[in-house]
């Protein structure tokens, strides 16, 4: 008996693949990623009202725009009439780097900060606790296995 088989070269992952589904387009583009740097979008308007004290409390932060000539490929959305000509800005937001040691030194701060606030919270309302009454239970569940009789 002779097989007819097609050869394993005309088998390709791409006829067997799932069409890839819609998603509707971002807004904002995103940069080409550098190596120890973050991107952010900060504000600089609200409809159509300049945001001075974001801007500039950003860039305290720092926070510093990038340079236009940096990423060509986001040049075909910027905002013509930008306050920022040699940035990047779309819609009222430009387009910032800082180093990404600073960036995780401030999540780090921005998570200390939060996690002192919800044990304050948590120590204010556990000292009316009491005894007969308490507020939380550990439930716990013990398994055990018979004799096997």
């Not at 070269?9 to 509707?24: G, I, L, Y």
């Not at 960036?103 to 120590?123: K, M």
Request: charged share 30%; hydrophobic share 30%.
């Amino acid at each position: 008996m002779v097989e007819t088989r097609l050869a394993r070269e005309t088998d390709s992952r791409e006829a067997t693949q799932r069409r890839k589904a819609w998603t509707p387009p971002q807004t904002l583009p995103s940069p080409t990623p550098q190596p120890g740097w973050a991107f952010r979008w900060i504000r600089t308007s609200t409809m159509g009202q300049i945001d001075p004290t974001n801007t500039s409390a950003k860039f305290r932060e720092g926070w510093e725009p990038v340079k236009a000539s940096d990423h060509p490929e986001l040049m075909m959305m910027a905002d013509p009439n930008s306050r920022f000509k040699d940035n990047i800005e779309v819609g009222g937001l430009l387009l910032c780097k800082a180093p990404q040691e600073m960036v995780d030194q401030r999540n780090e701060y921005y998570a200390r900060q939060s996690s002192s606030q919800i044990e304050a919270v948590d120590n204010n309302y556990m000292k009316t606790e009491d005894p007969k009454m308490p507020l939380f239970t550990e439930r716990k569940s013990t398994v055990t296995f018979g004799s096997g009789k």
